[in-house]
């Protein structure tokens, strides 16, 4: 009984925070990236990684960002990312869907190489406070000779 009501808060916490998605607010969205879940179909290795992403609500609902990465692999190669997304949060209670355009640049011990890459996510704000968020997200990413998927875990801050 203690968990349904714990739900229930939970639930009516996220309805009442949606006004930090409306036209003019702002968020920063830190987030670590893999967590040794995600899986890169080109080396068949696991990797960490940290992202950042920070933007402005456009129209309600709707958020344009920009967004850097770095990851670090088992293989030796790094990559590091710059690019520009979106997302689009359904129901004003959290949950989201993402895209976005990156160029990625591959640090390997005696090549480098730069790629332009598509990404996607979908997870949920889970809003902590009126402008605190954990936000877990499933993401697929993929450039022309490799795809690769996994989860994060990030915290949202809406101004």
Request: glycine residues 8%; positive net charge.
């Given at each position: 009984m203690?968990?349904?009501i714990l739900l229930v808060c939970l639930l009516v916490a996220s309805v009442a925070a949606r006004a930090q998605f409306e036209k003019g607010k702002w968020v920063v969205n830190p987030s670590l990236t893999g967590l040794e879940?995600?899986?890169?179909t080109g080396t068949d290795k696991t990797s960490f990684g940290l992202e950042v992403k920070g933007g402005a609500f456009l129209i309600d609902n709707v958020a344009l960002l920009v967004n850097g990465a770095a990851k670090w692999n088992e293989n030796g190669a790094d990559i590091y990312s710059l690019g520009v997304g979106g997302r689009y949060y359904f129901s004003k209670v959290g949950v989201f869907l993402g895209a976005n355009v990156n160029v990625d640049r591959y640090d390997w011990e005696n090549l480098d190489d730069t790629k332009f890459s598509f990404g996607m996510e979908a997870g949920y704000a889970f809003f902590l406070s009126r402008?605190?968020?954990?936000e877990p997200a499933a993401y697929w990413?993929?450039?022309?000779?490799?795809?690769?998927f996994?989860?994060?875990?990030g915290f949202g801050l809406y101004f």
């Open positions: 203690k968990k349904l879940l995600s899986h890169d402008t605190v968020t954990i990413n993929v450039n022309g000779d490799r795809s690769k996994g989860v994060k875990v």
